[in-house]
């Protein structure tokens, strides 16, 4: 597991530069708060989270809407996703395979 001084080090470097989470150590991609860091400050970086994390309401909303999608913290991940895709069928390049196979996600 990441030392605090890893994780902190790294939660500083994703909120200086976007899409630097793919560099990150794969335990540090699943942990929440580098991710949600990572997700704020470039949304494309949700496709490198853990396929968890990529699953959280939370981090899918912040990533989102970070994106531009008109999306709402009250929804679920699920309705994101939806709601997404209904702008742009290209945001299912972030998603992970349960949601490109997720008929409800795919056909929105």
Request: hydrophobic share 40%; net charge negative.
């Amino acid at each position: 597991a990441a030392s605090t001084l890893q994780k902190d080090l790294w939660i500083a470097v994703v909120q200086r530069r976007g899409l630097r989470l793919r560099d990150a150590p794969d335990d540090l991609k699943q942990d929440k708060d580098v991710v949600l860091a990572a997700v704020n400050q470039n949304g494309d970086d949700l496709k490198y989270a853990s396929d968890h994390l990529q699953q959280d309401g939370r981090i899918v909303f912040a990533a989102l809407k970070k994106l531009g999608y008109l999306v709402d913290e009250n929804m679920t991940s699920k309705e994101c996703w939806i709601t997404a895709v209904q702008d742009s069928g290209n945001v299912l390049q972030l998603a992970n395979d349960d949601l490109t196979n997720d008929k409800d996600v795919v056909l929105a």
